[in-house]
């Protein structure tokens, strides 16, 4: 499968490079500075600011699926959208944010008054990415948001998925590596569920 990583030489999409071309897809990864990436077998960097819809879409061109993984302050969903449409390719799965999800009715993390203000302004955008999302009938969508901690770890291979809410383990940590991040990204596109939804992983 040809698939195109919007924000590929952040943390996470450097790990979503490493998973998609551990199973022998072909990946195009683009980001700024993406030729700084080191090669290797298929694997094609473009430098391109996803900012510029023309650029993006002659970037996305000929691609089966697109993974964003760009920040959400930086990126908007109609901006993706747009350049998904002008380049024909109808399959968008977004590195979604924790900050939507539910944790009692009615009431979303970010919402909650513990929630780090670092963090609100991305998380908020995050949501206004998701609703834009809703509205969308093109493109087949899914929003995939990690839990709370989401950072570099161990790739375990295990992971478990939820829909609207926060999940948590045993102990009530909420939490998954970008590693196992990368797993469940990837098996989603080469096992296509929750289209046009919203779904949640974690351990």
């Known amino acids: 499968m040809k698939i195109a990583i919007i924000g590929a030489t952040g943390r996470v999409g450097t790990r979503l490079i490493d998973e998609a071309l551990r199973r022998g897809h072909e990946v195009t990864a683009i980001a700024r500075h993406a030729s700084r990436i080191d090669a290797r077998p298929k694997l094609t960097t473009r430098d391109v600011d996803a900012t510029d819809s023309a650029a993006l879409a002659n970037a996305l061109a000929g691609q089966d ?77 899914t929003f995939i948001s990690p839990s709370a901690l989401f950072e570099p770890g161990e790739r375990t291979g295990k992971y478990r998925a939820g829909e609207e809410s926060l999940l948590t383990d045993a102990a009530g940590k909420s939490w998954i590596s970008m590693e196992d991040f990368a797993i469940a990204m990837l098996d989603k596109i080469e096992k296509p569920a929750h289209s046009r939804q919203r779904f949640t992983v974690g351990y």
């Open 65 to 141: 699926v697109v993974i964003s993984t760009a920040r959400f302050v930086q990126l908007s969903a109609e901006q993706v959208l747009s350049a998904m449409r002008q380049a024909g390719v109808a399959r968008l799965l977004v590195v979604g944010g924790a900050g939507s999800l539910y944790v009692a009715p009615g009431v979303q993390l970010v919402d909650t008054p513990g929630f780090p203000e670092a963090y609100k302004t991305e998380a908020l955008a995050g949501r206004d990415f998701l609703n834009a999302l809703r509205g969308e009938k093109q493109i087949d969508w």
